[in-house]
C-alpha cells in the first residue's frame, strides 16, 4: 500500500510542476494517466461508476476554486488566482492508493491561502488522533474543531473511507463527530482522511455531469487527502506531500 500511496504523491508532484495560469485540468489528467500507467499501476477513478452507474471519465479529479470534489478535467484554462484539488487514486499490485492535494494557481488571495493551510493542518490533527485504542470520531473531532474555529464550513456528505484492496472499504470516516464515538481504532486499520472544508456555507450541490460536488454559496472550497495505517499504535502516512511541498516552496 506504501508503493502505490508513494506512487500517487510522485503523480501529485508532477502535477505541482506543471500548475501555472494557461494549464487546463485535462492537460493535468492527461499527464497523471501517463505518469501513473509508465509505472505499472492503474488510476483507479477512471471509469469508477458513481451511485448512479455513471462512470467518473477522467484519471484524476480537479476540483477548481468553488468546486469541492470530483470536479471532472475541462479545456478551461486555470487563470492566476485560482485554486485546483487534484485527487489521485492508483491500484499497484493490487492495493490502492488515494491522496490529494490543493494547489495555487500563481499569487492566490490571502484569504484562500488561509483556507488552504487550515485544511491541510486539520488533516494532520485528524492524523494524530488516530490512535490504536481511540475512535472514527475522535479523527472527525479533531478536523471539525479546527476548522470550525476558523469559522469555516465541514462538508457532512462527503467522508474518508478504509481502503487496502478496495479504493473505498468500510469504515466511513466523517470529518465531523464526537470524541469516543464510532468504531474503535485498531492495529492494522487503513483509512483515507480527507477533509472537505468550505469557506462559506457548508451546503453542496452537484453539477450536471453528475460528478462535480460544488459549493451553493460559490465560495472556494479545499480538499486534502493521506491514506493512513495504524501500526504500532498510531498513524503512519503512507501517502507523501513531500515532494509537493519542495517544489511549491511551501507557499502557505
Ligand atoms: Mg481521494
Ligand atoms: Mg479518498
Known amino acids: 500500500m506504501r508503493q502505490a500511496n508513494l506512487l500517487v504523491g510522485r503523480t501529485l508532484a508532477e502535477i505541482a510542476r506543471m500548475i501555472k495560469p494557461g494549464v487546463t485540468t485535462r492537460q493535468i489528467d492527461q499527464l497523471a494517466d501517463t505518469f501513473i500507467r509508465d509505472h505499472g499501476a492503474i488510476p483507479t ?4 461508476p458513481n451511485s448512479e452507474g455513471i462512470p467518473f471519465p477522467a484519471s484524476v479529479c480537479t476540483s477548481v476554486n468553488e468546486q469541492v470534489v470530483h470536479g471532472v478535467p475541462t479545456d478551461t484554462p ?5 485554486i485546483v484539488s487534484v485527487d489521485c487514486g492508483t491500484l499497484l499490485n493490487g492495493y490502492n492508493g488515494d491522496s490529494c492535494y490543493t494547489f495555487c494557481v500563481g499569487e492566490v488571495a490571502p484569504e484562500v491561502r488561509q483556507l488552504l493551510k487550515t485544511t491541510k493542518e486539520s488533516l494532520y490533527l485528524g492524523i494524530q488522533a488516530a490512535l490504536a485504542g481511540r475512535r472514527i470520531g475522535d479523527i472527525g473531532y479533531a478536523v471539525q474543531h479546527h476548522c470550525e474555529s476558523h469559522s469555516y464550513g465541514v462538508v457532512r456528505e462527503l467522508c474518508g473511507h478504509g481502503i487496502g484492496r478496495e479504493m473505498h472499504e468500510d469504515p466511513m470516516v466523517p470529518n465531523y463527530g464526537r470524541r469516543g464515538n464510532g468504531q474503535q481504532i485498531k492495529n492494522g486499520l487503513c ?5 472537505m472544508i468550505t469557506m462559506g456555507s457548508r451546503e453542496i450541490g452537484i453539477l450536471s455531469d453528475g460528478w462535480t460536488i460544488v459549493t451553493r454559496d460559490g465560495k472556494p472550497a479545499a480538499h486534502f487527502e493521506h491514506t493512513i495505517a495504524i501500526h504500532n499504535g498510531k498513524a503512519d502516512i ?4 513531500e515532494e509537493v511541498e519542495q ?3 511551501k507557499l502557505y
Open 78 to 82: 486555470l487563470k492566476e488566482g485560482d
Open 45 to 48: 477513478f477512471k471509469g469508477f
Open 191 to 195: 483509512i483515507a482522511i480527507e477533509p
Open 247 to 249: 517544489i511549491e516552496g
Open 238 to 241: 503512507l501517502s507523501s506531500f
